[in-house]
């Protein structure tokens, strides 16, 4: 019997459930710190779960990465079946993969630990081209070198509604954040090597979702044969509009859609939505 390589990721990737079943993909969750109690990702906490907690919470929640011994156990199990490669929310925004280098060297496994220098669905999406190269018979090689070329031409837009998480986090005062509300501005950001940066700031509702899609059509005229993710966080009618274009235009391959899981809904709040493609 041929081994197949075994693909492990973090609960940041937000993929549907049903895809994580149905291409054998093991997760290792996040903790999520909300009203002073502490939750397995996923596992213990679901993101709509969590969205009512984060409304009751003064406070803004905190998420941890997986304890290293967490990725050794996952390691382990899946090491008896085939080779193991495990793909991380970006190192710019999380821990996550340090302490999944650090659970491979706990384990005893030589697994290889993969930076997809992104979040939520961009970071699924390359768990989900890693896990059909897998099931396709493809070695670790090829699998991370398709890896490396998608990382550099993936795109990841993250629009924020409301800035009320921002301001919860320290990183705008509460006075920038009353003009924010009262003017209704919104900002786009992107994602730069893993981190995220500003890229716009845009006022009104109807305006932003223009100019989003503008910047997607600049970057990516042609979205045909292409995978697209959406997240988005109570904002079903925003993450629908966003489909209905890109159909309509750029008729990509396939669109993936998810709630935005609690390690990126943290900051971005409701109302926002995270792009990749």
């Not at 997240?231 to 159909?247: A, H, V, Y």
Request: charged share 25%; net charge neutral.
């Amino acid at each position: 019997m041929i081994s197949l390589l075994q693909v492990v990721a973090d609960s940041s990737c937000d993929l549907p459930q049903v895809l994580i079943e149905a291409n054998d993909i093991e997760i290792v969750p996040l903790t999520i710190h909300v009203n002073n109690r502490s939750y397995l990702e996923g596992s213990e906490l679901t993101a709509r779960e969590f969205y009512k907690e984060m409304a009751k919470d003064p406070h803004l929640p905190k998420t941890s990465q997986p304890a290293p011994a967490a990725f050794a156990q996952a390691f382990r199990r899946r090491a008896q079946l085939g080779e193991v490669l495990c793909l991380t929310i970006s190192s710019g925004l999380s821990g996550t993969f340090e302490a999944a280098k650090l659970g491979g060297d706990l384990s005893g496994v030589d697994a290889v630990i993969f930076d997809t220098l992104a979040g939520s669905l961009g970071h699924g999406l390359q768990v989900l081209m890693a896990s059909k190269m897998a099931r396709a018979g493809a070695m670790m090689a090829e699998i991370v070198a398709e890896l490396e070329e998608y990382r550099k031409r993936m795109k990841i837009f993250i629009l924020l509604n409301t800035l009320e998480n921002i301001v919860k986090g320290g990183r705008l005062n509460k006075f920038q954040g009353a003009i924010a509300s009262v003017l209704n501005i919104k900002l786009l950001l992107h994602n730069i090597e893993g981190k995220v940066e500003l890229l716009e700031r845009v006022r009104g509702n109807k305006k932003f979702i223009r100019r989003v899609m503008e910047t997607i059509w600049d970057y990516c005229p042609d979205l045909s044969g292409r995978d697209v993710g959406i997240t988005d966080f109570l904002n079903p009618k925003g993450s629908k509009r966003i489909q209905e274009e890109m159909q309509g235009h750029g008729r990509p391959r396939n669109i993936i859609t998810n709630d935005m899981g609690a390690t990126m809904a943290t900051y971005a709040g409701e109302g926002g939505m995270i792009i990749a493609l």
